[in-house]
């Protein structure tokens, strides 16, 4: 996992509120979105490469930009390739949308190449551990 900040900062209880306002328009790709969750379950634990859960995350990427047009940029569509070129196999960017952290997955021999590719941005490290998702100051 590669996570990076991309610098954009908004505010996501207005692109939440828009995104309400169209959910019966947006149903089809909300029930598709609910659908991936399980999917990628069971991806996780499975034996599946995860080079699968990458591209799982990728069409999850390409459903929430369907939800509004503030979900994305062409500075974070501009970001979300950079990743892309760069070596991984899929991401999406985190939250409400519009800004805020892009987290992609990546194979270990492409992490470097990624890192490079967001050198003017800020990286994040993840680690995932048994206890779940936990805030380390260093």
């Known amino acids: 996992m590669f996570l990076v900040f991309t610098g954009v900062k908004r505010r996501a209880?207005?692109?939440e509120a828009r995104k309400i306002r169209n959910m019966d328009a947006n149903r089809g790709h909300l029930q598709r979105m609910r659908q991936m969750v399980d999917q990628g379950y069971s991806l996780l634990a499975s034996a599946q490469l995860l080079s699968q859960f990458g591209a799982l995350l990728h069409e999850a990427w390409m459903?929430?930009?369907c939800l509004d047009g503030?979900?994305?940029s062409p500075e974070i569509d501009?970001?979300?390739e950079r990743?892309?070129?760069a070596g991984a196999w899929g991401g999406k960017l985190l939250g409400a949308g519009g800004g805020g952290f892009?987290?992609?997955v990546v194979p270990p021999e492409?992490?470097?190449k990624l890192t490079?590719?967001?050198a003017d941005k800020h990286e994040i490290r993840v680690r995932i551990s048994a206890p779940g998702s936990q805030i380390i100051f260093q």
Do not use: P
Request: proline share 0%; hydrophobic share 55%; aromatic share 12%.
């Open 110 to 112: 492409k992490r470097l």
């Open 63 to 65: 459903a929430k930009r």
């Open 13 to 15: 209880h207005e692109l």
């Open 70 to 72: 503030c979900v994305t």
């Open 83 to 85: 990743g892309i070129v």
């Open 78 to 80: 501009s970001l979300y």
């Open 102 to 104: 892009l987290l992609f």
């Open 116 to 118: 490079a590719a967001f």
